[in-house]
Structure formats: structure tokens, C-alpha cells
């Protein structure tokens, strides 16, 4: 009589032992695993620097479009085309003293 017994109380600690390493497992899979709550946390992050950066880049664009339009033929901006000349020409006018 002993000896079922000490089987069926073998197989419940056996029983027992396998799924605390299966919720262990999936436990660890969750929190660290390749779609873990750690590689999400990860890539929220990488999305928001990601976003900064494009949102930047797109405020640099509409700052280029608003330059190239002011120097277009259609649209003709006199104070920069003024700075444009005095930067990259090197002009200044007669009633004007240079200091470097």
C-alpha cells in the first residue's frame, strides 16, 4: 500500500515542479523575450527619438521650401537676396564701413 502512494505523491511533485518551470518560462519570455515588455520599451523609445528627429527634419525642409520660394523668379525677396549677395559675393554699399 505504500507504494502507490509514493508514486502518486512523486508525479504531483514532478507534476508541481513542471509547471512552475513552464510559468517561469513564459514569465521570463514575457518580460525579457524578443517581443518582451523590455524589447517594447526599447522600441517606444527608438520611436519617440525617431520622431523628434523627423519632425526636425521636416521643419528644415519647410524652411528650405520658404528660402527657395523667396528666391524663385515668381517671388522676389530683397532683403535676401541682399543677404545672399553681401554673404557670398562679399558686396557692401558705397555709404557702408567694413569692420573684420
Do not use: C, W
Not at 29 to 45: H, M, N
Amino acid at each position: 500500500m505504500a507504494r502507490p502512494h509514493r508514486t502518486r505523491s512523486l508525479f504531483s511533485l514532478f507534476f508541481i515542479v513542471g509547471v512552475l518551470t513552464l510559468a517561469g518560462y513564459f514569465t521570463f519570455a514575457a518580460v525579457q523575450g524578443e517581443y518582451g515588455l523590455f524589447e517594447r520599451i526599447e522600441l517606444e523609445a527608438q520611436r519617440s527619438e525617431l520622431q523628434q528627429e523627423f519632425d526636425q527634419l521636416e521643419a528644415d525642409v519647410v524652411a528650405m521650401e520658404n528660402l527657395t520660394k523667396r528666391m524663385s523668379d515668381e517671388y522676389l525677396d530683397v532683403d535676401l537676396l541682399d543677404e545672399r549677395a553681401r554673404k557670398v559675393l562679399g558686396l557692401v554699399r558705397a555709404d557702408e564701413i567694413v569692420i573684420q
